[in-house]
């Protein structure tokens, strides 16, 4: 029973995922390829509720398994056929005896659940009973551990009580040893005091020389503290000259600034009236210029009266006006000339100061250069008096520091004194302890002779109990042979797990295959759907632009309207205009008879999107039941994992118990048997990370069938109002796709059902 409870639970988990993923593929595979048949067929989704809602509890040992099995056969054939008709024809007038064929399937399906459920609650009984054998066996294991736990205890208090006899007769040896080296430390000590005594004599001889030399160092000190003083006075006054030079310095250079800012607005000045000079030297010109210009023209013009004799007067009031202005002229010329000497000689006035100015910057720039020189001297002469200050410091500070050097010698000398002055006291003392302590150690020794005796009765007594003792082990060691008979029955198990591990992993490489299968036909279809999605942008943005030119066009023909009535043309012209209108309402009906069709086609294609929200929105709760019930397997699947992690940790403890009460097996033999539990753990583990990573790609999968459906329905959509050739090559097509897709449905139905009947053949082994 024990080996049957193992090789469910580890078996459980896989079944489970095995169910899982060949329960999904065909519900994605209807989900992307039986689209033209959802509107009719919706009792196909009874079915796939109640093949997704198979519990695993198809697995048992009895010999009931074998009829449900065939009833799934039965079952699954049954669905073949009738999606190879549906594939045959999908429009055929027997929809409704399909339908009533579903539901009978979804009845047989449900006495298949029921029988399956039995099979459940069989195997629940069975895990009962082992249950109880477990408990038993902890029970057993308790009493075994409590028993060793005795025989530890007596142990224990054996090592302890030997223990205690042999600190005691290391105590009596250590005892008489430390008499021995105290005898012999009382004779160093008083060697060292005779030492001692020795060395305070030489100490005081030394101290007394020190004190001399201290003397001395001290008067050569007070010396050089003297010459020290008189030297920094000296370089006090020398900083108060030089302190003075460098405000007379600064006097003079602040001066000379001033100076030359007055010589640089003077320059300036000058420049201002040169340029002023030449611009009136340049008008004087032009004047000039004018002025023998107007000469000319007055000799031209007493020419031309001369020669030609008329107006007299009024040559005699020009000649008049002329000479006003020429005199005017001159005395402008001459009130310049005049100007311009009184400012050429302020020139050169301003030369002569500037001249004088100039030099008197160069004296005082001398005077300040000698000045400058005298103050580096100076300053030379005051850094080697500096120099010479620190040379004096720092010797008067080496003599301070000798000085305190000896007197911290003559102190630690003097406390080396007091030191051993109180070592000596000390070893006087420690004398006298140590002979004390001698007469103490004496008295222990007779104590730990009499413990000794005492001892050695209880060390009897402990043998005489380890005895007694070793008689009841030997009839726990039988009762722990039979324990490793059980054990041995575990291995088996194990063994037979292991390779249930195996083939569920061939299983599962399998489902892995067809997942990769799945995803590449979703990656087609996801291609297809964007081809799909660019051609209907294109038609929308036609669309738009013929909408755009009727537009333009309506707005043409209202102005060509209303200019009409404002304008009264001619018999030929109105003729010809009637002509022309005619022409213009006849597009103009024509456009609006367009407009009512691509109206007529947009709300048929609303309607189309509005029936197509619907279909997904049914989609969508499908997926959401799907997801629902994926979440509750995971469920399980979590609860599985916890119970074969139970059951791990009972092997752990068996094997635990095992090792301890086991005495006659060697170390290597347990290390391989430990290995191999732990390889099988780890292979469980490994199992169970397999089934959540398909559970997890499962998961993905059914979201990227969902995306894949509304893409499809758009993809109606569009080659509905795109074209309808298109769309009647597409219907005709979808029947083999439907054909290539039950085809497929059928292989992996067959696979479910081997599967199924490898799950049966192995429960009743």
Known sequence: MAALSASFYLALPHRLSQLRCSDHKPYHKRLELLKPLRKKYEPSYFVRSVLDSRTPSS????????????????????????????????????????????????????????????????????????LLEIDELNIARRDLERREEEIAAARRKQGKLEEELRLANLELASQSVEIGNLKISLKEREKEILDLQSVLSGKEGEIMKMEHELTSMSERAAVFELELLSKSRLVEETNKIVGKQKIELGRLQSEIRQKESELEVSIGLQKSESEKLKSAEAKLKKQATDWLVTQEELRKLTNETSNQGLD??????????????????????????????????????????????????????????????????????????????????????????????????????????????????????????????????MAAFGELQRLLEAKESELVEARLEIQNLKSEQCSLRLILEEKEMELSDAKIRLEEVNKEISELKGVLLDKEDDLIRAMSMLKEKDEHVQIVQTELMDANFKFSEAKLVVEKIVNLTNEIVNDEAYTVLSPLEQEYDGFSTGG??????????????????????????????????????????????????????????????????????????????????????????????????????????????????????????????????????????????????????????????????????????????????????
């Open 59 to 130: 697995i048992n040992d009895n010999g009931a398994t074998e009829p449900a099995r065939i009833l799934l056969e039965k079952l699954f054939a049954q669905t073949q056929k009738l999606e190879e008709q549906i594939g045959r024809d999908p429009n055929s007038p027997h929809a409704a005896e399909l339908g009533l064929n579903l539901v009978k399937l979804e009845s047989d399906l449900q006495v298949a659940l029921s029988a399956l459920k039995r099979k459940e609650e069989s195997l629940q009984e069975a895990e009962r009973k082992v």
């Open 312 to 441: 007299a007067n009024e040559a005699v009031e020009e000649f008049g006006r002329v000479r006003k202005l020429l005199v005017d002229v001159r005395s402008e010329l001459i009130s310049s000339r005049e100007a311009l000497a009184l400012s050429r000689e302020k020139m050169e006035g301003q030369d002569r100061l500037l001249e004088k100015q100039l030099s008197e910057l160069e004296e005082q720039r001398t005077t300040v250069m000698s000045y400058l020189s005298s103050l580096r001297d100076a300053e030379v002469e005051v850094e080697s008096e500096r120099v010479k200050l620190k040379l004096a410091e720092a010797r008067n500070k080496e003599l301070k520091r000798d000085l305190s050097l000896e007197k911290e010698l003559v102190e630690e000398l003097q406390d080396e004194l007091d030191k051993e002055r109180c070592s000596l006291e000390r070893a006087v003392q420690e004398k006298s302890a140590l002979q004390e302590e001698i007469e103490r150690k």
């Open 584 to 765: 213009f309402k006849w597009q103009i009906k024509r456009l609006e008879a367009e407009l009512e069709f691509t109206r007529e086609s947009l709300r048929a294609k609303e309607m189309e999107i509005v029936t197509a929200q619907k279909d997904l929105a049914m989609k969508d709760e499908e997926l959401r039941m799907v997801l629902s019930e994926l979440n509750s397997r995971e469920k399980e699947i979590t609860e599985m994992k916890e119970e074969i992690m139970r059951e791990n940790e009972d092997l752990r403890k068996l094997y635990a118990l095992a090792q301890e009460t086991i005495g006659e097996k060697s170390v290597g033999e347990l290390a391989i048997e430990k290995l191999q539990l732990e390889a099988a753990r780890l292979e469980v583990e490994a199992a169970t990370n397999a089934l959540c990573k398909i559970t997890e790609m499962s998961r993905e999968l059914l979201g990227k069938a969902g995306s894949s459906v509304e893409d499809e329905c758009d993809e109606d959509l569009a080659e509905q109002g795109g074209s309808r050739g298109w769309m009647n090559t597409s219907s005709n097509e979808c029947p083999e796709e439907v054909k290539s897709e039950v085809s497929r449905l059928f292989a992996l139905t067959q696979h479910l059902v081997k599967e199924a009947g490898i799950a049966g053949n192995m429960s009743t082994q």
